[in-house]
């Protein structure tokens, strides 16, 4: 296949002003935990009172060790409440351990975020807002952002200590909007905590705050109804609307296994064929299945083989061998769209 065909594909994603989704393949270059990390952390330092505790977590356990991802392990067990907070601050420290050395690195100027010259390039067109959307609980968006000089919003207000305003924040310069990033991150953020009975709030802080507890939605029996709650309740909300009236998908690192984001994606999809461009070290199947099923005659799935990269496209649903060797990465993915 000519490298222009795949450049096309990718230039029609990027210039439909995209909703971009990042999954953990988007963060892992950055050295934040995989699935299997997680795992082995909560494994290594969960430690469960005797009785109820230890014998829901022994339950967990044993379905790890006969093959069972973390998530599945978790799944229709009747945690105690106790336990499931253990879970939540140790999934909090394993992650948040890595974040901060990549927020260090950001300080110094040493480390490259491809994603803000992904962003920066998208708003050097007409467009005034940018969305991504992410499962993911690190900042990785952000920094990339704040590195790249531009405005971004979670959805509270700026300042130490933030809150949620009830209603979109936009930044305006002589009574003009201006361009900015919305990042809608349905599973949480490391600087998102909340205290028993009061509203949930923001801080830049890399320990959790006395008294309160992060507010993340980890694997398991309480990943779905936890986000019958706000603030995830109205962010669930709100990117269903970013995907109504997006005319294009970039996902970087997505597996495209999250019951919040697939079904309302396969959605859009079948109600209008729009391009989609997906790029990661190795395609899940579920991406592979989601691109030839559903994603119509405009997009293009990129990914790392020993010798290059192999796309996926209409015409070549089952792959085909390019010899461009990083197009499967975001800087490679950059030279087909910069």
């Not at 795992?39 to 430690?47: A, G, P």
């Not at 392990?73 to 106790?82: D, G, T, V, W």
């Not at 008294?211 to 995830?232: A, D, Q």
């Amino acid at each position: 296949m000519d490298i222009s065909v795949i450049a096309k594909l990718a230039q029609a994603c990027f210039s439909s002003n995209p909703a971009i989704i990042l999954g953990s393949g988007a963060s892992m270059p950055y050295g934040l935990p995989s699935m299997d990390g997680l795992q082995k952390h909560l494994t290594d330092n969960i430690k469960p009172d005797k009785g109820a505790e230890s014998e829901a977590w022994t339950s967990v356990r044993n379905a790890l060790v006969s093959g069972d991802h973390l998530e599945k392990a978790m799944e229709n067990k009747n945690l105690p409440q106790k336990l499931t907070r253990k879970i939540v601050e140790e999934t909090w420290k394993c992650v948040n351990q890595a974040d901060r050395k990549v927020f260090i690195k950001s300080i110094n100027n040493n480390i490259e975020f491809p994603l803000g010259r992904l962003l920066g390039g998208l708003l050097k067109t007409s467009n005034l807002i940018v969305n991504i959307v992410t499962p993911n609980y690190d900042r990785i968006a952000e920094y990339a952002c704040n590195v790249h000089g531009l405005l971004y919003s979670t959805g509270f207000t700026p300042g130490y200590i933030q809150r949620r305003p009830g209603k979109q924040i936009a930044f305006q310069y002589n009574e003009k909007s201006m361009q900015m990033i919305r990042i809608w991150k349905v599973h949480g953020s490391l600087d998102w905590f909340s205290i028993e009975g009061r509203e949930v709030f923001s801080a830049q802080v890399f320990d959790i705050p006395a008294n309160s507890r992060p507010v993340i939605v980890t694997p398991g029996l309480h990943k779905y109804e936890e986000t019958h709650n706000e603030p995830f309740r109205s962010i669930i909300a709100g990117v269903d609307e970013v995907f109504e009236k997006a005319n294009g998908f970039i996902c970087i690192g997505f597996g495209f296994r999250d019951k919040h984001i697939v079904p309302k994606l396969l959605e859009r999809c079948k109600r209008r064929t729009v391009p989609v461009a997906v790029i990661a070290h190795m395609l899940t199947d579920e991406a592979k299945r989601f691109l030839k099923n559903n994603a119509g005659e405009k997009y293009i799935g990129l990914e790392m083989t020993d010798t290059g990269t192999r796309a996926f496209t209409a015409e070549e649903p089952d792959g085909i061998e390019l010899d461009k060797p990083d197009l499967w990465s975001l800087n490679g993915f950059l030279t087909l769209v910069m």
